[in-house]
């Protein structure tokens, strides 16, 4: 109040350029710092009301955070912006990097009887990512996610599992020119299963898997796996295999740049002994580097190694990180963060069941586990019913994967389910 301020003041040393304030520039004084103060609480609360009218907009759970609930002050300071905004912002796209040498450079004869700095591979400026291709993972069947994890629970822990997340991407309005990945759905191939990780086995089944995944109009668009790191965000083991599955899942953007928008979500327990999952991405250097050879196998968890040519022909670049010459890079440099939450409902899900029995697990499914099944959601509407991930690879398993990719276009297009399609 006006009041306060005067008191402020009064209480002050009263001098201005060492002579006394008469009590008209004490008025000035005051008036112009309650302008100031009005002006701020003004803005302060233009935010607050900002804040709650949008708040209506979050598609989240009571636990999650978007821009719309957190405030625009939060929202700058987030670590990575968009691809497309980045690129907005830089005119130009990042120079696709090969760190091997080029074979057809035809400025001489073909290394090793000759050697220029057009075919020679570029140092390695190591630096953390301005930015990420994707904004934001959407847990929208967080019941499939929460089986996945129950297992590993059940388990005490001791059995670590991975699995492939399927869905698709939007656009997310909650962030500049932002894209979200959606995971409606998650497949367990065929694994080893050990204390510290574990491997993935030949799955002679992925094909169909991807197919009936394609008919619910869903591919993939990630991986997830459980870990007992609690002292590291990806360990560098998984960062090498992130990079190599990002490096499968490459796609052209429109400006011509190579992207990855395939996701990395690390389930693992924090320091109360909760279960959380994170998301991450591996940057678009360390993707590289893993392509084109660069590292050596990991020794230590919280190390990534740069190799050593293998005889004279052949030539690893130098690598720099923070301003030195190193062989050894913390795995930290090459990760992006990456949002994620779950929404209020799955009501605008393409898989809206989650129940069915897990393939490549301990027990096998029976006959008696589909026919358990139909009859608990006999009540349902079909495409409901028949919205469950692993329902469907089932079918395709006793019955045909023709059939199966059928009533997953059923079930992606909320119509009815044919029964004499189903014969048991």
């Not at 209480?11 to 520039?25: F, M």
């Not at 968009?82 to 400025?107: A, H, R």
């Not at 089944?205 to 991986?223: F, N, S």
Request: charged share 25%; with cysteine; net charge negative.
């Amino acid at each position: 109040s006006e009041m306060c301020i005067r008191d402020r003041y009064m209480g002050a040393p009263q001098r201005i350029d060492n002579k006394p304030i008469t009590q008209n520039q004490l008025q000035t004084l005051v008036e112009s710092q309650l302008a100031k103060e009005q002006t701020k609480d003004e803005v302060e609360e233009a935010e607050e009301d900002k804040q709650s009218r949008l708040k209506w907009l979050c598609n989240h759970g009571a636990n999650a955070k978007c821009p719309n609930c957190v405030g625009a002050h939060l929202v700058a300071k987030t670590k990575h912006v968009s691809f497309d905004e980045w690129l907005k912002q830089n005119k130009f796209p990042p120079q696709q990097v090969s760190f091997k040498i080029n074979p057809n450079c035809t400025y001489h004869n073909p290394w090793p009887k000759g050697m220029c700095s057009k075919c020679m591979p570029p140092s390695v400026l190591v630096k953390r990512q301005e930015y990420r291709h994707v904004d934001y993972a959407q847990f929208m069947n967080q019941q499939a996610i929460g089986n996945f994890v129950q297992y590993w629970v059940e388990n005490s822990f001791a059995i670590q599992r991975v699995a492939y997340l399927y869905g698709y991407y939007a656009e997310d309005p909650n962030y500049e020119m932002g894209i979200r990945a959606v995971v409606e759905a998650v497949y367990e191939p065929p694994q080893l299963d050990d204390i510290s990780r574990s491997e993935l086995k030949q799955d002679d089944y992925q094909y169909k898997v991807d197919m009936i995944a394609e008919h619910l109009g869903l591919e993939r668009v990630g991986w997830i796996y459980t870990t007992l790191d609690h002292d590291t965000f990806m360990s560098s083991f998984d960062v090498r295999s992130a990079s190599q599955l990002q490096e499968k899942h490459v796609t052209i953007h429109p400006c011509g740049y190579k992207v990855s928008k395939f996701i990395t979500v690390v389930v693992k327990t924090n320091d109360k002994g909760e279960v959380v999952p994170d998301v991450y991405m591996i940057s678009d250097l360390g993707q590289a580097l893993e392509r084109d050879g660069i590292f050596d196998q990991p020794e230590r968890r919280k190390i990534l190694k740069i190799r050593e040519p293998i005889d004279s022909n052949d030539i690893v670049p130098s690598v720099i990180c923070q301003n030195r010459t190193t062989k050894e890079i913390e795995p930290d440099f090459f990760i992006v963060n990456v949002a994620h939450g779950g929404p209020k409902s799955n009501k605008f899900a393409v898989l809206k069941t989650a129940e069915f029995p897990i393939e490549n697990r301990t027990s096998e499914i029976t006959i008696e586990d589909l026919k358990k099944y139909l009859q608990r959601n006999a009540k349902k509407p079909s495409h409901i019913k028949y919205g469950d991930f692993h329902l469907l690879l089932y079918i395709s398993k006793i019955l045909d994967i023709d059939t199966a990719c059928v009533i997953a276009d059923c079930v992606r297009n909320e119509t009815e389910v044919n029964l004499s399609l189903i014969h048991i």
